[in-house]
């Protein structure tokens, strides 16, 4: 730029100030929409900093040590745990699942048991009531230990403190209720309330047999503490086979983290979205404050300033009240940890001492920043493009064909930088650009639509209502509101079909498909030497019913191809079998349940090497392929395994399912013990209850699982979840409708002069008003049918082939969104209309 361009912009800035004295009118949804959007993003960023940075900063506490091993079904040998101890003060705790029953035997409820030595725990603390010190709590009296019990299992068994209990072979008092225990994020999500006890009463009850589904976990305080990787190449080294899992304090729960970040993307996905759809509403905002300063445009350019000028100006006020908007969302945003203390305190780690965090409100900021250029670059090169004599005779700025190319090249630009700034900003960058290419694919979808629609009017036959005739008009001639109302609107009402349509899907497999194909029961820990017994008792309570039974062992993945798998890039969808233990099981021949995708099954009578069937999806997601090696750590032993075959399993069928099944001469005389399901739809809920008091009872090791509560459980974290992808499609819609608002206001000034002609020539107001219900219906209607066909057909996609289950059309959402549609756009419609009928004709007649 020469010498003078300073003094143009200069002027530019100093003019911009001075039209800005007459202040916002008209920009009021401009606001609302930029404010709307950048708090969204900048809120969810916030809470989340919040959230991941207490678990980076609370590790100790969380992990309750600064470092755990992990072994699945075994305790530490002798010579492990001298090694830990040379590390620094260990405490042990052990998990489980089992029964706990009263002592008559009338009632019994399934708990996830927490054994803990008197070192525990080593970092934070265990809050019960009453509180009292945790040796006090689990002290033994006489023949029954003490222990602290969820006030959830307190509740189900109809019991308070004082009053005793039987789990296995052991009698144990509830001393107080626990309220928080230290290390309960980092150890997963629980299906059953926790009972904590001392390992001294987990030895008497008998719960640890051969094979018993068990975590012993082994928690040091170091003195000086290693990193994760340090640590693991130092406890490796020395025990390669031990297959323990290590955590350390700075990733004290990976798994929460992880998901916090994966549910803080797809809000900041949809706040992006809400903020996109504002952009719309901006456009619309620009164009129509043009449209009114077209006369001090056209003075501007009479006297002699340039069309750069004259941009700049009115870019300059544009960026002016979109930093605003901006402002209030980023006040918003920084305001949302705050808030988020006191709803989430009880949930998720927060940081004791909430603070601002600048990199959420920047990335905020900047979004808010680039959505305004982009949607305001278009307007303004329309406005540039139009000459003084033009804007002097009345006329609108002409949207029938596109501004310069350097204007195209600037929203070109800002748009690509949203785009990218989305994606890097993203953990799962593959989604975000799936996301903002369903937005983009939406914007062109609604495009055409808008363009569908209007043809249609043109060529639809003529009516002999009036009313109608003139609201078909209005929706194919020049300057029709079409467009604005089918893109506002369509964009939202889409997102929260999709959303609507994926919640009610999964409550139906749930509720549904799930509940009647799922076995009623689950029995784990089942021992070689009470099978049998076990079978008797079935036999006696539901002679009908169908068993099915496998051998049940315990391993952990440790490398594919010789290669350790805790030093691969694995993709988001494998994670999960590679993150801590799995079931494994050895078959004879092909489960039932499943079909052979690739490969082959191995004989009956098989001898060679050790083989494995491998999951088909799971598979996949890891990039394996017939003939690739599995090591798998097994009660401390690393077996290789070849994979023969990869199998489509059926997980929705909730059966007896496995990632890994081997050859049965992998395992040959392995202790293990048994899985087992009970299937018959025809019990009811007391011959369930009699069912499960008979197991608990006879065989009180042995944990019987109920799948009905386990569903239950399940559909209420499922609606939790809902409820906050609703509000965030909420965001959305609030933002269309803002759209929607601002869309209908800009083009009140065509509707005042076409009901001000209309009504000279006779038209009533009655009539008009059929007219505009009429067109608004129809848009409306319109609107409705594509939200329910992109959103129906994205929830298909997510529901089918993400999720594989199965997918139905829900008829209740699509009436709510075609009814919802229709109220919003007649509503809000008919809200603006009324006040353009009640204008005076000679005012504006004098200006025609």
């Given at each position: ?196 006890l001392s390992r001294e009463a987990l030895i008497a009850s008998g719960l640890i047999q051969t094979g018993s589904l068990v975590e012993h976990s082994y928690k040091v305080k170091m003195p000086a503490p290693l990193s994760r990787a340090a640590l693991t190449e130092k406890a490796n080294a020395a025990f390669p086979a031990a297959g323990w ?67 700049l100006i009115y870019l300059f006020q544009i960026l002016m009240i979109g930093a605003i908007g901006i402002a209030i969302g980023l006040v918003v945003g920084a305001a949302a940890p705050f808030a988020a203390l006191g709803f989430l305190k009880d949930i998720l780690p927060l940081p004791k001492e909430t603070a601002f965090y600048p990199s959420a409100l920047g990335l905020a900021a900047l979004f808010g920043l680039l959505t305004t250029f982009t949607f305001a670059v278009l307007p303004l090169g329309h406005a540039r493009e139009v000459p003084a004599t033009a804007l002097f005779r009345e006329q609108s700025f002409d949207q029938s064909r ?447």
């Open positions: 730029m020469n010498g003078a361009g300073f003094p143009r912009i200069s002027i530019a800035w100093r003019l911009a100030l001075r039209e800005l004295r007459g202040g916002l009118s008209g920009f009021y949804i401009f606001l609302a929409c930029i404010a709307l959007g950048t708090a969204a993003i900048a809120a969810v960023n916030s809470v989340s900093r919040a959230i991941t940075g207490a678990i980076a900063t609370q590790g100790q506490s969380l992990l309750a040590a600064d470092a755990r091993f992990e072994l699945n079904n075994r305790e530490a040998t002798a010579q492990e745990r001298t090694f830990l101890d040379t590390l620094g003060q260990v405490s042990v705790s052990t998990g489980l699942r089992s029964m706990v029953r009263l002592p008559n035997g009338s009632q019994q409820a399934l708990v996830e048991v927490k054994a803990v030595d008197g070192a525990y725990p080593l970092y934070g603390g265990v809050v019960t009531n009453p509180q009292r010190p945790l040796s006090d709590l689990l002290g033994r009296e006489g023949d029954a230990f003490g222990a602290v019990a969820a006030p959830l299992l307190l509740e189900r068994l109809g019991i308070e403190a004082g009053q005793e209990l039987l789990i296995g072979n052991a009698r144990i008092r509830i001393t107080a209720a626990l309220v928080t225990e230290p290390d309960a994020l980092s150890e997963g999500f629980g299906f059953a309330p926790r009972l904590m899992s290590i955590r350390t304090a700075d990733r004290a729960a990976p798994s929460l983290t992880e998901n916090v970040e994966r549910f803080s993307q797809f809000l900041t996905l949809v706040g992006l979205t809400a903020l996109i759809v504002g952009g719309v509403g901006v456009a619309n905002a620009v164009r129509a404050f043009l449209d009114a300063k077209r006369t001090t445009i056209a003075t501007f350019k009479c006297l002699g300033a340039p069309a750069f000028v004259v941009t596109l501004p310069s190319w350097p204007y195209l090249l600037a929203a070109g630009t800002a748009l690509a930088a949203l785009a990218g700034l989305a994606i890097l900003a993203a953990e799962d960058r593959f989604i975000a650009v799936v996301f903002l290419g369903a937005v983009a694919g939406a914007f062109v979808l609604l495009r055409l639509v808008a363009a569908g629609i209007a043809a249609l009017a043109r060529r639809a036959p003529r009516v002999s209502s009036p009313a109608l005739r003139l609201a078909i008009g209005n929706i194919h001639r020049p300057g029709a509101l079409t467009p604005s109302v089918v893109l506002s609107l369509g964009l939202g009402l889409a997102l929260l079909v999709t959303l609507s349509l994926i919640d009610g899907n999964l409550r139906r497999q749930l509720t549904g498909t799930m509940m009647q194909e799922a076995p009623n029961f689950f029995f784990v820990d089942i021992q070689s030497n009470e099978r049998e017994g076990f079978l008797d008792v079935l036999e006696q309570q539901a002679p009908k019913s169908a068993i099915t039974q496998v051998p049940m062992l315990r391993g952990r993945i440790m490398a594919f191809n010789g290669q350790d798998v805790a030093k691969m890039n694995v993709p988001p969808g494998g994670r999960w079998v590679l993150r801590g233990d799995r079931g494994i099981t050895y078959e004879t021949t092909l489960p039932t349940n499943s079909r052979l995708t690739e490969g082959n099954w191995w004989p009956e009578n098989y001898e060679g090497e050790p083989l494995v069937s491998f999951s088909a999806r799971e598979a996949t997601e890891l990039g394996l392929k017939i003939g690739d090696t599995v090591t798998v750590n097994v009660l401390g032993r690393n077996i290789t395994a070849r994979i023969a075959n990869f199998r489509a399993i059926q997980w929705e069928s909730l059966s007896i399912n496995f990632v890994m099944v081997f050859s049965p001469n992998t395992f040959r005389g392995a202790p293990h013990a048994w899985l087992a399901t009970l299937s018959d739809a025809s019990l009811t809920p007391q011959q369930e209850g009699a069912i499960l008091r008979a197991v608990t009872n006879a065989y009180p090791t042995i944990t019987s699982v109920r799948v009905k509560d386990a569903l239950d459980m399940a559909e209420g974290l499922l609606g939790q979840l809902a409820t906050a992808m609703r509000a965030a499609a909420a965001v959305a819609l609030i933002a269309s409708v803002l759209v929607l608002s601002g869309a209908l206001a800009s083009g009140n000034r065509a509707r005042t002069h076409d009901a001000v002609i209309l009504k000279t020539l006779g038209g009533t107001r009655a009539m008009l008003m059929r007219a505009f219900s009429y067109e608004y219906m129809i848009l409306g209607a319109a609107t409705a049918i594509f939200a329910l066909l992109a959103g129906g057909l994205s929830a298909w996609f997510v529901v089918s082939r993400i999720m594989r289950l199965q997918s139905t059309f829900l008829p209740d959402v699509a009436a709510a969104t075609l009814i919802g549609a229709l109220i919003l756009t007649v509503g809000i419609g008919l809200a603006g209309t009324w006040r353009v009928l009640g204008q005076k004709a000679a005012p504006v007649l004098r200006e025609l």
